[in-house]
């Protein structure tokens, strides 16, 4: 039996990475929390333990099978346990997790500290939280459970050797219980209790191997002193016993995963209910992206060492999970972030920004300052009101919208974007709100008659996340235009980088408008453009005008 201490708290909850997101919330800390835990801090992730202090094995006097580590009371493995981990710089909270739900990309978990509730935020998850044993129905079995009420030869087998072992026979594992249990003693005794009769085979098995069979069923398991003294059976008489074996239903604790879409499966031993378990693949991944299991959540069978090598395993992958985001999100940055767009607006980046009439102008500008066509065809008929210009670089369609009497915010990653923008409505004395935002990660500022968005490209994975909140954005009646440049212009001639990656025609984002809006525009549009050669070429823009119902 393995998995979740019982220990005090090694600092207060109430200030644990309150403030920050953590690479990894762990939840349980026994040999299978606490080693992937050790895994993690050890790659320098941070990561919090939260440990109810319920563990399977709290009637268990100690840990056996572990190499170097054989006779150790739970107890005092799982503290120097917490120790290894908080010298890499983890965090061990004794306490109970309420709630858990996704925020995005990330896992919102809430603990209970005694009283305290408290929501730190995480990138991964490890459920460690063990199993719980439901026991036969016998008076005074679960008293004894533990010390004289026994269910594993390998974690107690030694310590009743040449003992009087009794085996409770409520299923098929009684068997394959007696046969190893036959190891350490001589003296067993089968006693059927609610399964089915044996047969002739498996009889004459017990029969050479010495081991009677006793009709049931037990009325109750009689103790002396607070030591097992034996079974009454149905009819009366008592059987005497230093130790007696069940095969108790083995559950998952995993209800606090169901949020997450994460509910235990039966695993059966022919037509017998065994007990529950997480489905987790050798590295520990489930199918719920970016939770993973480990332990008896997952292995029932798994004792502490074995929980604690598949909470490392855990560990590791989370690790590598973690490490290939990183890198996806650094060349993120790279590409598309703000150091990228002011090195490209600087003249410094080698990026090219995807609007038309590009070439940096003799005043240092990107852009020729102009709107964009689609901008001006689309939106001359509308009368002026609020309006959100995302991605609006130096503010060519912003200024245009100011001067046709709209109340513009304009927002942008780039602050030399933004800068020349706002110098440049000083110059025409025009008024446009400029808002530092990057829109995958903030929601707009406000709610408009108008959003608008010119070659504003990013990765799938961003895209969905920011058109999402540029339709949030509009107000009831309100339109929304984006315009970008079409997939099949990756091979017009127009230097257009990652476009097969970054594109979408309007098809597409028409598709992910959410109930309430009707689609007034949605087309591919020609234009030409000038390909790097200064030749003539015809490219197309992904056009989309919706307004949403008032």
């Given at each position: 039996m393995?998995?979740t201490?019982?220990?005090?708290?090694?600092?207060?909850?109430?200030?644990?990475h309150?403030?920050?997101?953590l690479d990894?919330?762990?939840?349980?800390?026994?040999?299978?929390?606490?080693s992937?835990?050790?895994?993690?801090a050890?790659s320098?992730r941070?990561?919090l333990?939260l440990?109810?202090?319920?563990?399977?094995?709290?009637v268990?006097?100690?840990v056996?099978?572990?190499?170097t580590?054989?006779g150790?009371?739970?107890?005092?493995?799982?503290?120097?346990?917490r120790?290894d981990l908080?010298g890499y710089?983890?965090?061990?909270v004794?306490?109970?997790?309420?709630?858990?739900?996704?925020?995005?990309?990330?896992?919102?978990?809430?603990?209970?500290?005694?009283?305290t509730?408290?929501?730190?935020r995480?990138?991964?998850?490890?459920?460690?939280?063990g199993?719980?044993?439901e026991?036969?129905?016998?008076?005074?079995?679960?008293?004894?459970?533990g010390?004289?009420v026994?269910?594993c030869?390998?974690?107690?087998?030694w310590?009743?050797r040449?003992q009087?072992?009794?085996v409770?026979?409520t299923g098929?594992?009684?068997?394959h219980?007696?046969?190893?249990?036959?190891q350490?003693?001589e003296?067993?005794t089968?006693?059927?209790?609610?399964?089915?009769?044996?047969?002739d085979?498996?009889?004459?098995?017990?029969?050479?191997?010495?081991?009677p069979?006793?009709?049931g069923p037990?009325?109750?398991?009689?103790?002396?002193s607070g030591a097992?003294?034996?079974?009454?059976?149905?009819?009366?008489?008592?059987?005497?016993?230093d130790?007696?074996?069940?095969?108790?239903?083995?559950r998952?604790?995993?209800?606090?995963?169901?949020p997450?879409?994460?509910e235990?499966?039966?695993?059966?031993a022919?037509d017998?209910?065994?007990?529950?378990v997480?489905?987790?693949d050798?590295?520990?991944?489930?199918?719920?992206?970016?939770?993973?299991a480990?332990?008896n959540?997952?292995?029932?069978?798994?004792?502490?060492?074995?929980?604690?090598?598949?909470g490392?395993?855990?560990?590791?992958?989370?690790?590598?999970d973690?490490?290939a985001?990183?890198a996806a999100?650094?060349?993120?940055e790279?590409?598309?972030?703000q150091?990228?767009?002011?090195?490209?607006?600087s003249?410094?980046g080698g990026?090219?920004?995807?609007h038309?009439h590009?070439?940096?102008?003799?005043?240092?500008?990107?852009?020729?300052?102009?709107?964009n066509?689609?901008?001006?065809?689309?939106?001359s008929?509308?009368?002026p009101?609020?309006?959100?210009?995302?991605?609006?670089?130096?503010g060519?369609?912003a200024?245009?919208?100011a001067?046709?009497g709209?109340?513009?915010?304009a927002?942008?990653?780039?602050?030399?974007a933004?800068?020349?923008?706002?110098?440049?409505?000083?110059?025409?004395?025009?008024?446009?709100?400029?808002?530092h935002?990057?829109?995958?990660r903030?929601?707009?500022?406000?709610?408009f008659?108008l959003?608008?968005?010119s070659?504003?490209?990013?990765?799938a994975?961003?895209r969905?996340a920011?058109?999402?909140?540029?339709?949030?954005?509009?107000?009831?009646?309100?339109?929304?235009?984006?315009?970008?440049?079409h997939?099949?212009d990756?091979?017009s001639?127009?230097?257009r980088?990652?476009?097969a990656?970054?594109?979408?025609?309007a098809?597409?984002?028409?598709?992910s408008?959410p109930?309430g809006?009707?689609?007034?525009t949605?087309?591919?549009?020609?234009?030409?453009?000038?390909?790097p050669d200064?030749?003539?070429?015809?490219?197309?823009d992904?056009?989309?005008?919706?307004?949403?119902?008032?």
């Open positions: 393995t998995d201490h019982d220990a005090e708290p090694t600092r207060n909850a109430s200030s644990a309150t403030h920050e997101t990894a919330v762990v939840i349980g800390g026994g040999a299978a929390g606490l992937g835990a050790l895994a993690l050890r320098r941070s990561v333990v440990d109810a202090g319920e563990p399977r094995n709290a268990a006097a100690h056996h099978n572990f190499l580590r054989d150790t009371p739970p107890a005092a493995l799982y503290a120097a346990g120790e908080e710089g983890g965090s061990v004794t306490a109970r997790v309420t709630d858990l739900s996704r925020d995005g990309e990330d896992f919102l978990v809430t603990f209970d500290d005694g009283g509730r408290t929501t730190v995480a990138r991964r998850l490890l459920a460690a939280t199993s719980h044993d026991l036969p129905d016998v008076p005074g079995l679960a008293e004894q459970w010390s004289g026994l269910h030869p390998y974690c107690h087998g310590e009743v040449d009087r072992i009794g409770l026979a098929p594992m009684a068997a219980q007696a046969l190893l249990f036959r350490v003693s003296h067993v089968m006693i059927r209790h609610g399964a089915a009769p044996f047969g085979a498996q009889s004459a098995q017990f029969a050479a191997l010495g081991i069979v006793v009709e037990v009325a109750a398991v009689e103790s002396d097992l003294a034996g079974v009454q059976l149905a009819d009366g008489s008592v059987l005497g016993l130790a007696l074996v069940v095969a108790p239903v083995t998952a604790r995993a209800g606090v995963l169901a997450l879409g994460l235990p499966r039966d695993f059966l022919g017998t209910l065994m007990g529950t997480i489905d987790a050798p590295t520990g991944k489930t199918a719920v992206p970016g939770v993973y480990a332990g959540i997952t292995d029932p069978s798994a004792q502490v060492i074995a929980s604690a090598s598949a490392l395993m855990a560990g590791a992958a989370i690790n590598a973690l490490a985001a990183d999100d650094a060349l993120y790279y590409r598309y972030g150091r990228a767009w002011d090195d490209r607006y003249g410094s990026h090219e920004h995807g038309s590009a070439g940096h102008a003799s005043d240092g500008r990107m852009w020729s300052g102009r709107p066509a689609v901008v001006v065809d689309e939106l008929d509308l009368r009101g609020s309006a959100f210009d995302a991605g609006a670089g130096e060519g369609d200024l245009w919208l001067e046709r709209w109340k513009v915010t927002a942008d990653l780039s602050t030399v933004l800068e020349r923008g706002e110098r440049t409505a000083a110059h025409r004395g025009l008024t446009v709100d400029w808002r935002l990057d829109l995958t903030e929601a707009a500022p406000g709610s008659d959003v608008t968005a070659y504003l490209h990013i990765p994975d961003k969905a920011l058109f999402s909140r540029l339709t949030a954005a509009v107000a009831p009646g309100g339109t929304l235009l984006i315009v970008g440049h997939p099949s990756a091979d001639g127009v230097r980088p990652d476009l990656d970054i594109g979408w025609t098809e597409d984002l028409a598709e408008l109930d809006w009707a689609v007034d949605c087309v591919s549009r020609a234009r030409t453009e000038h390909g200064g030749g003539e070429c015809t490219v197309h992904a056009v989309l005008r919706a307004h949403r119902a008032s």
